[in-house]
């Protein structure tokens, strides 16, 4: 396995491993209630808070990054997230569990940056084509959200102590990995031919490492038109706020979907098959945007296509009057929702790929993002109370609204940012990239 190869599942598994914690605290809300007798407060509060910490502590991570090191930080955040998860499984009161899940949110909030620091610093070290590696980025990330729950019914028998403490242990082991993954400040790009690249396809690494020459830079005109450094977190802002669009939908509907697969069918409204659906969206979701890295559509494109198919999946829902038609329908929306999740990651990394800001535009644009995971839920709960299956309609809508808008931007090119070669590093052709191509 090449030095690219290696750095890379080690990033990818931090990812994976980060989203899983996230999700296996879910199945065990039952066991709260009994454990540190939480009522429906504190019950609240234990996801609010660690969702309010985890977005306060990005912009807070993005500063650290660029001060200091992406690999460190990585570290460091981590392991603080592993101090959370265990002192989460120890907690015995509802104080010490709440505190627990705010250091366990700050120290996810701090990681996030770092990691897409570190994955902006892979790809331009060892030339792995951006499109790819957050196409396996967004895939691994969907992958810990499934895994999460998965973990929690398999080793369920173990505990909430006993599975808490092993996976504060994995998160520790993960940490010191990352320092492993992310390559330094003063690492220059590579020569190892035998490196392949994170998705396993040693051809495009090894041809481009095969000599340390910079590729060929692309005309001015072809690249389009590039993006002011100092207006970066007017783009860092835009972008998040896109993706705080798709997360308040996505939110939305995580409270809603059950909702209404017991409104079609009360045989729906069992556990396995309410999980059944959600499990088959993440599945796609992943799938999605692991072929999306694969073929590296351009940025417009991700962004209309991904548009059109959330309007399509949401509004479809409204009408579904089977469960098998609800679940046809969310597939469709959820293919939409990986493509906005990776057009909008892949518009950051891109567009950072020009000055020394990089970690400050990670920790704004997650910042803006994840507070879209805080309103979702109140909005379409509201919604469903007063409108019922409109609500569908009512999200599409918004979705098509949102593509309106960017019709209007996509007429107007000089609004766009465009690719920027990185600082000492080669140019991408579009070919590579495309992240300017119509």
Known sequence: MGAARRRAALLLAAVVSVNASYTVMIPFVP?????????????????????????????????????????????????????????????????????????????EGLVSPALYAGMTALCRRYDVPTGRMMGSFGAAAIAGFLLGPLVAGVAGPAGLTGLFLAGAAVTAVTAVGLVLAIPGPDAGKTADTGAADATGDPGALGAAAATDAPAPTEPAAAAGAPASPSRWYVWALLLGLMDMFTFIVYSALEPLLPMHLRAVDDAASSRSAISAVLVGGLAVSAFVMWLMGRFSPSLRRLTVTGLVLSAVGLCALAAGTSVQVVAACFLVYMAGYATLFLAARRGVVELKAANADDGKAYGLFGFVSDLGNVVGPLIGVALYETTGRFTFVLLGAASGVALLAVAVVLRRPGLLPGRVAAQGGPSRTPATVAGTAP
């Open 31 to 107: 066991d709260l209630e009994h454990r540190v007798d939480a009522g429906p407060l504190v019950v609240a509060l234990t996801f609010a808070l660690f969702a309010a910490a985890k977005a306060l502590a990005q912009p807070v991570g993005g500063w650290w990054v660029d001060r200091w090191r992406a690999d460190r930080v990585a570290m460091l955040s981590m392991l603080l997230a592993a101090v959370g998860i265990a002192a989460t499984a120890l907690a015995t009161d509802g104080v010490t569990l709440l505190t627990a899940r705010v250091v366990w949110g700050v120290g």
